[in-house]
């Protein structure tokens, strides 16, 4: 395969100047490793003196799902603890005699469970993360489950609780322990984030409470307002630490690093498992826009400006971090960048 440098880096460049965001960092790479990286723009535009690194640390938004609860769920099943076709009902004290409780895993990783489709977890439940866990555990469903594929927030905050009620542990415990450390992704976490790392990180929206940007802290309400740990986002990463999970993807057994998810949970997510449904889908990850099924190219966005590709048949990964929400929440400039990215990436 072979990728264009010089273009990514000219259609990088061309989103500084049109303000889609303020800067940007990206990579590509192998199972073998980073075959090319780059960085454009500034940090912040109130500081234009200090630029974009490779080390600027990005709210990952909902990579978080794939970074945090798909590898924590892929790990709970990989030991056996987890059977993805199972009824939640059926072994989980919490849901059982509620709806959620005939949804199986399965469904919320395709996003076909029918859960509601948007958060509002303080308007419903309040502030208080018990009452939020319980109102979500016990609520209505939107519409019958394996009806629809319909992209919620809602599947991985219920999977996050799952993979918190199978382990015994809070979910940035989990992740850190199965994931993050085993990967040697030091520098992912959930926020917020102490000083020193947040003097690096990306700014994001304008908070209207304080009239600054979002710095260290969750841009996601709902991660602010469960103390910034949670399925849906929270977590904070930077390029290598994605560099390094997408790498690990591709060749796990070739890797001398071992996280609790392997090469079989990997293979079953990056398939349709959405039959006939529209649009297609995985477990969590779905075929980029603009790709064939047998281009075999996968991606998972989050709503800051990040963004992170695979594909097993053309052995390649790709990452693109941005801080576009600094800006806006307009998706359609980003969206252009992005799919011009990929098809450069993945020539």
Partial sequence: MTYDRDRIEALLDEGVRDKVYPGAVWALGDATGTLARGTTGVLDPDEPGVPMRTDTVFDAASLTKILAVWSSIGALWEDGTLDLDQPLGSFWQEVTGHPLGSVTARQLLTHTAGVPLRAQLKNLYGTDPYEIRRGVLQEQLHRTPGEAVEYTDRAALILGYLAEHLSGQPLDQLAT??????????STRFGPLPASLATRCAPTELDQDTDTHLKGVAHDFSARLLCGVCGIAGAFTVLDDLAVFLQYMLAPAASQLRAGFGIEW????????????QPARGLFWHPAPGTTIEEDVWVHYGFTGTGMWISPTKDRWAVLLTNKLYYTRDRAPLTDVRNNFRELAFK
């Fill in 177 to 186: 322990i199965r994931t993050w450390l085993p990967l040697s992704m030091t």
């Fill in 266 to 277: 990997i293979n079953g997510s990056l398939a349709i498992e959405t039959g006939q449904l």
